[in-house]
């Protein structure tokens, strides 16, 4: 059995087709709006940008996907080997800016929101503003979500395009074989090429190191060592017949 990893996810996109549903965010409207925890939404793959490389390679592996929709390449942080599965990452260790603020978006200079998104019907909700009409906690918990998603964007693009350029991205094959006889073929995912990083020429080295691309192509690299512990934590799983 086999099973394709590659998201059809893409942020940009993903809030263009969302626009016509949104609202804007606004104490007089939504004086009274509480909003719960993040919901899982089913996805085993989760685009990040280069500023939670280090976060999440302790915690789950670090891939790049291409968009179904435009073929260009992202990075995304692996949380399981099939989509709906619960995460395999221990006591979500990394939570992605892009869960954290799920059904927040940003429009223009505003932060809008989907009003019909479950989020909001949460029983752990909490209020966005307080009083006196200013974001409570959790509302500036999102907002900075939101302020560095979309800081990150660009330089993660930058830091894909320079690997490029040196031709560095490389699919990767990863096959499972689970304890219940299962095997997993993981599909349309990349990694960084190891072998053609370490020939690179020294000029070309040191431009990747100045411009800080060459420690986030080894956090990726690194975070390869947690594929492995991903799959003893679903033995055990299976194991127990979870």
Not at 30 to 56: K, T, W
Not at 88 to 100: R, T
Not at 118 to 144: K, N, V
Not at 214 to 225: N, R
């Amino acid at each position: 059995m086999s099973s394709d990893t590659a998201s059809d996810y893409n942020h940009a996109e993903r809030e263009v087709e969302a626009m016509a549903e949104l609202e804007p965010l606004n104490a007089e409207n939504h004086r009274l709006l509480r909003a719960g925890a993040p919901v899982p939404d089913g996805r085993n793959f989760v685009q990040i940008v280069a500023s939670e490389f280090a976060a999440a390679a302790a915690a789950c592996p670090i891939l790049f996907s291409k968009s179904p929709d435009t073929g260009q390449f992202y990075a995304g942080a692996m949380f399981g080997f099939r989509p709906e599965e619960p995460s395999l990452v221990i006591d979500d260790a990394f939570v992605p800016l892009d869960v954290e603020r799920q059904a927040f978006f940003i429009s223009g200079e505003y932060v809008a929101i989907d009003p019909e998104h479950p989020r909001f019907g949460a029983a752990d909700g909490q209020l966005l503003f307080g009083e006196d009409g200013q974001p409570s906690d959790r509302l500036r918990r999102i907002q900075r979500s939101l302020a560095q998603l979309n800081l990150g964007v660009e330089p993660t693009e930058t830091f894909i395009r320079a690997l490029l350029d040196l031709k560095l991205i490389e699919p990767i094959d990863v096959s499972l074989h689970f304890d219940d006889g299962e095997t997993l073929r993981l599909q349309g995912l990349y990694t960084i090429a190891r072998d053609s990083l370490h020939e690179l020429a020294d000029d070309e080295a040191l431009k990747l190191f100045r411009e800080r691309h060459l420690q986030l192509a080894y956090t990726m690299l690194a975070s390869l060592e947690q594929i492995p512990l991903m799959a003893q934590r679903r033995n055990r799983r299976l194991a127990q017949g979870l």
